[in-house]
Nanobody, 117 residues
Framework: QVQLVESGGGSVQAGGSLRLSCAAS????????MAWFRQAPGKERETVAA???????TVSNFAVGRFTISTDNAKNTVYLQMNSLKPEDTAMYYC???????????WGQGTQVTGSS
């Protein structure tokens, strides 16, 4: 059972930056996809970014040019660097892992990100 623990959330003013971290309790399997999702109050959960073991990344349109996903395989950790934050980025951010971004098996507990104007 893989456990995922997020950290790094907080409150920042518009234009600020945060880096979220997600530490996995064990080395993900070779074809595991690691991803970040977010869910704002009253809204559906949406994909933010994903990265596969071979390093291929995808970023949702709203995050292009602002957010970057990366991994440190030696530390079993995936990061989400968020720059130029906007109030509309306010949400609970979740780390997840699974065969694909559409079929994740494991979820972290979430970390709150608040962008203030």
């Amino acid at each position: 059972q893989v456990q995922l623990v997020e950290s790094g959330g907080g409150s920042v003013q518009a234009g600020g930056s945060l880096r979220l971290s997600c530490a996995a309790s064990e080395k993900p399997a070779e074809r595991t996809c690691m991803a970040w999702f977010r869910q704002a109050p009253g809204k559906e959960r949406e994909t933010v970014a994903a990265i596969r073991r071979e390093g291929k990344t995808t970023v949702s349109n709203f995050a292009v040019g602002r957010f970057t996903i990366s991994t440190d395989n030696a530390k079993n950790t995936v990061y989400l660097q968020m720059n130029s934050l906007k109030p509309e980025d306010t949400a609970m951010y979740y780390c997840a892992a699974g065969p694909t971004v559409g079929s994740v098996n494991y979820w972290g507990q979430g970390t709150q990100v608040t962008g203030s104007s």
